[in-house]
């Protein structure tokens, strides 16, 4: 069967955006980078001369982080299954993470554990989308509030001015893809996808699981905010712990649009951009990203990878 050439031209457009796409991305990486080497040697030696006592208390709180996920998913599943068999999950997804980007690879791995466990689909990838609702709620909450009690931060956010005719453009975007939902609404796709969105309101309706999922997520960046924080501690540095929620935000940020596992490179290049900006010295904020990417990056990968083979074993 001869190929659509407008078909072909079109896929052709849009893997060039996405490579112009993600150069644009690298180069602003490897500035930010750049611009670090020449306080390398003086960040290995803050390193070396880290006061271990801190950094053991931020692995303390890197631990907490997945007793905190699991807790989020244990309370938006119904606690229908055993808090330890999530953990278990939770801990694989230290390896599962590592394979694809943004994220992907956890979601997935928890699919897979729901639909093996009795859900549905559309159940199960509603309780993995409520969970990332939630994360993003539970940031914007604690944002919100810090922004609030210190609105002196706002001077340091450079927003693009999105003028009424953008605005306009979006809106009209997003009718058309809706009324397109609506006339495709009986396609297979759709109707999953139709049936997961009604499954997440189901799961985000106000209740105590809810609540309660809402209060792991805000402990999960809690304390991922904490651990950044005493990884400059470590070091000599300051970074309390309000200006780290947002250097870390913007780190998220930055990862979750570079297409590595795990965001390497852009959660970097975003940590080190954001305590840039909040006045920690060049030499420190490389060292701590260095310490706070090797206990949320790196050292969840053996206890994820020996998780992931047991959940493996158990549902081949």
Same mark, same amino acid.
């Given at each position: 069967?001869?190929?659509?050439?407008?078909?072909?031209?079109?896929?052709?457009?849009?893997?060039?955006?996405?490579?112009?796409?993600?150069?644009?991305?690298?180069?602003?990486?490897?500035?930010?980078?750049?611009?670090?080497?020449?306080?390398?040697?003086?960040?290995?030696?803050?390193?070396?001369?880290?006061?271990?006592?801190?950094?053991?208390?931020?692995?303390?709180?890197?631990?907490?982080?997945?007793?905190?996920?699991?807790?989020?998913?244990?309370?938006?599943?119904?606690?229908?299954?055993?808090?330890?068999?999530?953990?278990?999950?939770?801990?694989?997804?230290?390896?599962? &993470?590592?394979?694809?980007?943004?994220?992907?690879?956890?979601?997935?791995?928890?699919?897979?554990?729901?639909?093996?466990?009795?859900?549905?689909?559309?159940?199960?990838?509603?309780?993995?989308?409520?969970? &990332?609702?939630?994360?993003?709620?539970?940031?914007?909450?604690?944002?919100?509030?810090?922004?609030?009690? &210190? +609105?002196?931060?706002?001077?340091?956010?450079?927003?693009?001015?999105?003028?009424?005719?953008?605005?306009?453009? *979006?809106?009209?975007?997003?009718?058309?893809?809706?009324?397109?939902?609506?006339?495709?609404?009986?396609?297979?796709?759709?109707?999953?996808?139709?049936?997961?969105?009604?499954?997440?309101?189901?799961?985000?309706? *106000?209740?105590?699981?809810?609540?309660?999922?809402?209060?792991?997520?805000?402990?999960?960046?809690?304390?991922?905010?904490?651990?950044?924080?005493?990884?400059?501690?470590?070091?000599?540095?300051?970074? +309390?712990?309000?200006?780290?929620?947002?250097?870390?935000?913007?780190?998220?940020?930055?990862?979750?649009?570079? +297409?590595?596992?795990?965001?390497?490179?852009?959660?970097?290049?975003?940590?080190?951009?954001?305590?840039?900006?909040?006045?920690?010295?060049?030499?420190?904020?490389?060292?701590?990203?260095?310490?706070?990417?090797?206990?949320?990056?790196?050292?969840?990968?053996? +206890?994820?990878?020996?998780?992931? &083979?047991?959940?493996?074993?158990?549902?081949?």
């Amino acid at each position: 069967m001869a190929r659509n050439p407008v078909l072909q031209f079109n896929a052709g457009k849009i893997r060039h955006r996405k490579l112009v796409f993600q150069l644009a991305i690298f180069c602003i990486i490897f500035f930010v980078f750049a611009s670090q080497l020449s306080s390398l040697e003086a960040s290995l030696d803050a390193l070396r001369q880290a006061d271990l006592s801190i950094v053991a208390v931020a692995f303390l709180a890197v631990c907490a982080t997945f007793l905190a996920a699991a807790g989020a998913y244990s309370a938006l599943s119904g606690f229908s299954q055993s808090y330890l068999s999530i953990l278990k999950v939770q801990i694989a997804s230290g390896f599962a &993470n590592r394979l694809l980007p943004a994220g992907l690879g956890g979601m997935g791995l928890y699919t897979f554990y729901f639909r093996k466990n009795g859900f549905t689909l559309p159940n199960a990838t509603a309780v993995v989308a409520s969970n &990332n609702i939630l994360g993003i709620l539970a940031n914007f909450l604690l944002i919100s509030t810090i922004l609030i009690i &210190n +609105p002196h931060y706002l001077d340091q956010l450079k927003l693009p001015d999105a003028g009424l005719g953008t605005i306009g453009i *979006i809106g009209g975007l997003l009718g058309i893809v809706a009324a397109l939902l609506y006339v495709i609404r009986n396609h297979r796709f759709v109707r999953y996808m139709l049936d997961s969105i009604s499954a997440v309101r189901v799961s985000l309706r *106000i209740n105590i699981r809810t609540l309660v999922a809402v209060v792991c997520s805000m402990s999960l960046t809690s304390l991922n905010v904490l651990a950044l924080s005493l990884c400059v501690s470590s070091v000599s540095g300051t970074l +309390p712990w309000t200006e780290a929620l947002l250097v870390l935000s913007a780190g998220t940020l930055l990862g979750a649009v570079v +297409p590595t596992p795990g965001g390497i490179g852009g959660v970097e290049a975003g940590l080190l951009a954001g305590m840039t900006a909040f006045g920690v010295p060049a030499a420190m904020g490389f060292a701590s990203v260095l310490l706070y990417r090797s206990l949320t990056y790196w050292l969840p990968i053996l +206890p994820g990878l020996l998780a992931f &083979n047991q959940l493996r074993k158990r549902y081949a």
